[in-house]
């Protein structure tokens, strides 16, 4: 389905919405941004966490998981509603609403984020491309930009075009976890047990939780997710503006809902093939090179298929993330290429100068010094009428995304010290 033909359908769905509620079309014709946002909840990032959990922890760390998918579900639907209802992405209402000088500094701090995820997503593609193919490290970094920009080139013929190029990407990253359930069955009832009953053994568990909950909720994420819902089919009235808000809430619960699964996945397989034989694995390349005497060749040649697709989806989603900011704070947009070599060169210089697998662990230590920024300002103009109308956040709802953001800083601030202490 071409950009076109989406934004008729959708155009249609909302004139007539009795007839789209019975539409799978209709409904699937709206699902996009929700997926691409899902991304961040899967990037390589998370794969080192989920590792080390399942690793360590067995399933004990599972409910980490699935609380910290709960809150990224609440933060990245208040960010798509906040785009839908005005029209505008988190970074221009952001220009708007805070003095120039706290402006200036959300940019600078959100640019420095967008290098450190990037650093991260771009190691984790070049790393999967390295021990898939036997290459140096040099050439998987080469070999990821080129198909990273091949992949972002697709939006100059729309948005559907790149959203379909990721969800096949997500899809892959989805299907080899299953197949690698499928291969090393994880213990079921021992992990719906520890989904939904807290465990803490340690303060390493504790610092491990934190370092979960750090990777998951990614700052560029809620940035980016307001900004896509722009240049599809905006609504005209209030009516139009909450059945597209509906219409997100039910994608974010999927999507996300996905992402979260998958995240269970990784930290269940770890637990079924490292907990007894390599535990405390806390290195993806010392994963993979673990994964093939403990269940095979073609597991770990999924776990690396699976690293690759998340690499490079990851990387077009934090390029996309990043044109969004700068275009936001800033009100420039600049060519993908451009801002593809904005974040990937210091990544490359970083990854080639010294160690790549302790570049990707600082990085997260800078992404959650950064993650306050975007939360905090979604909260507050989430809550605003000026900004919202009647759609302002209602009270309880404001206090809860208010303590989320007050635990997930905590967290951080926690992980934070951890990083700088060690």
């Known amino acids: 389905m071409t950009t076109a033909d989406t934004v008729a359908l959708m155009r249609d769905s909302l004139d007539r919405p009795q007839r789209s509620r019975r539409s799978i079309r209709s409904l699937l014709a709206f699902a996009g941004p929700a997926v691409v946002a899902s991304v961040a909840y899967m990037d390589p990032g998370n794969f080192a966490t989920n590792i080390e959990a399942g690793s360590t922890y067995g399933y004990e760390l599972l409910w980490v998981v699935v609380l910290a998918s709960l809150v990224a579900m609440l933060f990245q639907a208040m960010s798509a509603k ?23 500094g959300m940019w600078i701090a959100s640019e420095i984020a967008a290098m450190a995820t990037d650093l991260a997503e771009f190691m984790g593609g070049a790393l999967a491309i390295s021990l898939l193919f036997h290459v140096a490290l040099g050439w998987g970094l080469l070999v990821t930009g080129i198909v990273t920009f091949a992949i972002l080139s697709l939006d100059a013929r729309g948005f ?29 009832h021992a992990a719906l047990f520890h989904a939904v009953v ?25 940035y980016l997710h307001s900004g896509l819902t722009q240049g599809r089919a905006p609504a005209r009235n209030d009516g139009e503006r909450g059945r597209l808000v509906r219409f997100s809430n039910r994608e974010v619960i999927i999507a996300l809902g996905l992402a979260g699964l998958v995240n269970m996945a990784m930290v269940a397989m770890a637990a079924t093939a490292f907990g007894k034989d390599a535990p405390g694995i806390a290195d993806i390349e010392t994963a993979y090179r ?3 005497p403990a269940l095979g060749t073609g597991a770990a040649l999924l776990f690396l298929v699976a690293l690759l697709a998340s690499g490079i989806s990851s990387s077009v989603v934090g390029t996309l993330a990043g044109q969004h900011i700068m275009q936001g704070f800033v009100g420039v947009r600049i060519p993908l290429l451009a801002r593809r070599l904005v974040t ?36 507050v103009l989430s809550a605003r009428p000026s900004v919202m109308g009647k759609f302002a956040a209602c009270r309880r709802l404001t206090w809860t995304a208010a303590l989320a953001t007050g635990a997930i800083v905590a967290l951080n601030a926690a992980l934070v010290w951890q990083g700088l202490a060690g």
């Open 198 to 222: 807290p465990q803490l053994h340690g303060d390493h568990a504790l610092m491990l939780a934190v370092g979960i909950v750090g990777a998951t909720i990614m700052p560029h994420s809620i």
């Open 344 to 379: 990937a060169v210091p990544a490359v210089a970083v990854c080639m100068a010294g160690n790549p697998m302790q570049a990707m662990v600082d990085s997260q230590i800078v992404l959650s010094l950064v993650l306050p920024v975007p939360l905090v300002a979604l909260v």
């Open 160 to 188: 559907r075009p790149l959203e379909i190029a990721i969800a096949a990407l997500v899809a892959v990253i989805g299907l080899s976890y299953l197949a690698e359930l499928a291969i090393a069955p994880p213990d079921w």
């Open 290 to 292: 673990t994964l093939a």
């Open 82 to 104: 906040l785009g839908i209802v005005t029209g505008r992405s988190l970074a221009e209402l952001c220009r708007d609403a805070f003095p120039r000088p706290v402006v200036i």
